[in-house]
């Protein structure tokens, strides 16, 4: 991940110098597209609803973890006194169920990360076609992402360049004031 920013570094460094050359001016600009989600409307809902999934596929899986508690007691509890062939249905009985069971978690698992992606496209879209639009409005070749993956892509940033705010205003979102700044994130000027 690090040569894959500081490859970025590197090549907008490039494009900047090589613009720089043949044009006036480069402008680049950075958001801080988390906090841009989180001060959208659409960010309770989303979370909202993916709680709701949530909760409701993990009573589904509790709920079947218990049936198949149950049934391992009942074998164990029984397990003398059982004949062969009782014993070896309720042995490929419980064995069927864990199966079942950890289908069910993985399922659960990819039916959460479909439904994320399914809210969030629309945001991601709405988002996008706004930072593009604040880009052209306002000048800027460039207009990065302040972290990906929890790595700041921006080391340094004057907070004149930070057009997150600009675009919720485009989206109709009045900016609630940034939380003071973590490490690692660019010092504000």
């Known amino acids: 991940m690090r040569k894959l920013v500081s490859l970025l570094v590197l090549t907008l460094g490039f494009f900047a110098s090589q613009a720089q050359t043949t044009t006036a001016s ?3 600009g950075y958001a801080d597209v988390d906090y841009i989600f989180s001060q959208m409307p659409e960010a309770k809902q989303i979370d909202s609803d ?3 999934t949530q ?3 993990k009573n589904q899986i509790e709920g079947k973890a218990q049936e198949f508690q149950k ?5 164990n509890a029984n397990l003398n ?11 490929r009985e419980l064995q069927q169920m864990q199966q079942n069971l950890e289908k069910l ?5 990819t039916t959460i990360q479909n439904k994320q992606t399914q809210l969030m496209e629309p945001v991601y879209k709405k988002v996008g076609k ?3 639009d604040v880009a052209k409005e306002n000048g800027f070749t460039f207009v990065l992402n302040q972290q990906i993956g929890g790595l700041d892509v921006i080391l340094y940033g004057d907070e004149k360049m930070d057009v997150s705010d600009l675009v919720l205003k485009k989206m109709g979102v009045t900016p609630a004031p940034k939380p003071e ?3 690692g994130t660019p010092p504000k000027q």
């Open 81 to 91: 006194t059982m004949l062969d062939a009782v014993r070896q249905n309720t042995e």
């Open 71 to 75: 049934k391992l007691q009942d074998y």
């Open 130 to 132: 706004a930072i593009e």
């Open 181 to 183: 700044a973590k490490a």
């Open 105 to 109: 978690q993985q399922d659960a698992q």
């Open 50 to 52: 993916l709680k709701a």
């Open 55 to 57: 909760t409701m596929l």
């Open 26 to 28: 480069v402008k680049i």
